[in-house]
C-alpha cells in the first residue's frame, strides 16, 4: 500500500462531519487500497467534541485510516493536505442580515483561503460544502493565488442526486436509468435543475416527462426547497445526504466521473454559456485525472436561458456584496 493521502475536513464536530468522516475514513473516498491521514479543523469550543468523535473513529478501527489529527489552527490542519472539505460555516442566527452572515463567513474562508495557500500540498483540491457555498468558494479562491484557480469547487452535488431521485420517482425508474443531470448557478432556491438535457433510459427526460407545468411548479421548486423541507420533516439539516455528496463529488472529481456521464459542480465560469467568467458558478462537467472540464455544446432554450441568468444575477449580487466588504 501507498502512503497516506492528507485529507482536511472543517467543521468536523458538526452534523454533516459526524457522517462524512466515517465515510472517508472507511475508504468511500479513496478506495480500500489507500490509507487516510484525517486532519480536522474546528472552532475551539467544539474540540472537546470533536475528542468524541476521534474516538468513535478509533473504535472504527478503518484499515484505511491511517491517523487522525484535530486543531483549531487552519496553518497546522492544512499542513500538507491533498483534499480539503470545508464543511464548517457559520450559520444565519435570529435577526442575523444575509450581510452579516457573508461577512462572518467572509472571515472563516479569507483566513482558510490564506493558510491552504500557505500550506497545502501542491495537488490541492478544494471542495465547499459551507453555505453559501459558491460564494465561501470565491472568496477562499482569491485568497489562494498561488493554488490554480480550478482546484476549487462548490458543492451542488447534493442538489443533482436531489434531482435525479425526484426524476427517477415521476418517470417510474431506478436511478440507475438516470443520466445527464444538471444544476445550474448557484446552491440556493435560485438554482436551475435542467431536466432538457436529462435522459431516461436514454431518452430526453422533458419528453418522457411531457408536462412543462410540473417541470416549472412541481420539479424545479421541489429540488431547490428540499433543504427547507428536510428541516420541515426531521428539525435539523440534510446531513447524511449532505456528507454522502461530498463524498460523491471529492470521488468523482479525483478519479473521473462516468465516460457516457457527467455531474454538476460549481466551478470558476470561464465564460461558457455567456456566464460572467470568474463566477462559482454550477455547470455539467465531466472530471479525470482531478481535472474538470465544463460540457460544451448544449442547447439552451428561453426557458433554461432566463433560470440560468436569474441564479448568475444572484451570485454577481453575493459577489459584489464581499468584494464591497474588501474579502475578495
Ligand atoms: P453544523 O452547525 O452542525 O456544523 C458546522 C460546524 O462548523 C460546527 O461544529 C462549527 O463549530 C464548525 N465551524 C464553524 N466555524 C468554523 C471555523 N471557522 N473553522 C472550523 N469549523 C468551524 O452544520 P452542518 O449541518 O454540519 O452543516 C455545515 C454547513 O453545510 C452549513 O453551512 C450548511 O448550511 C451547509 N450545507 C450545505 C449543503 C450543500 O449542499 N452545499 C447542504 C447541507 C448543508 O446545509
Not at 120 to 143: C, S, Y
Request: net charge negative; charged share 20%.
Amino acid at each position: 500500500s501507498s502512503s497516506p493521502v492528507k485529507v482536511a475536513v472543517t467543521g468536523a464536530a458538526g452534523q454533516i462531519g459526524y457522517s462524512l468522516l466515517f465515510r472517508i475514513a472507511s475508504g468511500a473516498v479513496y478506495g480500500p487500497d489507500t490509507p487516510v491521514q484525517l486532519q480536522l479543523l474546528e472552532i475551539t469550543p467544539a474540540l472537546k467534541a470533536l475528542e468524541g468523535v476521534v474516538m468513535e473513529l478509533d473504535d472504527c478501527a478503518f484499515p484505511t485510516l491511517a491517523g487522525v489529527e484535530i486543531g483549531d489552527d487552519a496553518e497546522k490542519i492544512f499542513d500538507g493536505v491533498n483534499l480539503a472539505l470545508l464543511v464548517g460555516a457559520r450559520p444565519r442566527g435570529p435577526g442575523m442580515e444575509r450581510g452579516d452572515l457573508l461577512e462572518a463567513n467572509g472571515a472563516i474562508f479569507t483566513a482558510q483561503g490564506k493558510a491552504l495557500n500557505k500550506v497545502a500540498a501542491d495537488d490541492v483540491r478544494i471542495g465547499v460544502t459551507g453555505n453559501p457555498a459558491n460564494t465561501n468558494a470565491l472568496i477562499a479562491q482569491r485568497n489562494a493565488p498561488d493554488i490554480p484557480a480550478d482546484r476549487f469547487s462548490a458543492l451542488t452535488r447534493l442538489d443533482h442526486n436531489r434531482a435525479i431521485s425526484q426524476l427517477a420517482a415521476r418517470t417510474g425508474s431506478s436511478v440507475t436509468e438516470i443520466a445527464h443531470m444538471t444544476i445550474w448557478g448557484n446552491h440556493s432556491a435560485t438554482q436551475y435543475p435542467d431536466l432538457f438535457h436529462a435522459t431516461v433510459g436514454g431518452r430526453n427526460a422533458a419528453e418522457v416527462v411531457d408536462d412543462q407545468a410540473w417541470i416549472e411548479n412541481d420539479f424545479v421548486p421541489t429540488v431547490a426547497k428540499r433543504g427547507a423541507a428536510i428541516i420541515e420533516a426531521r428539525g435539523s439539516s440534510s446531513a447524511a445526504s449532505a456528507a454522502s455528496a461530498t463524498i460523491d463529488a471529492a470521488r468523482d472529481w479525483l478519479h473521473g466521473s462516468a465516460a457516457d456521464d457527467w455531474v454538476s459542480m460549481a466551478v470558476q465560469s470561464d465564460g461558457s454559456y455567456g456566464i460572467p467568467e470568474g463566477l462559482i458558478y454550477s455547470f455539467p462537467v465531466t472530471t479525470s485525472g482531478g481535472d474538470w472540464s465544463i460540457v460544451q455544446g448544449l442547447d439552451i432554450d428561453e426557458f433554461s436561458r432566463g433560470r440560468m441568468d436569474a441564479t448568475a444575477a444572484e451570485l454577481i449580487e453575493e459577489r459584489d456584496a464581499v468584494q464591497a466588504l474588501g474579502l475578495i
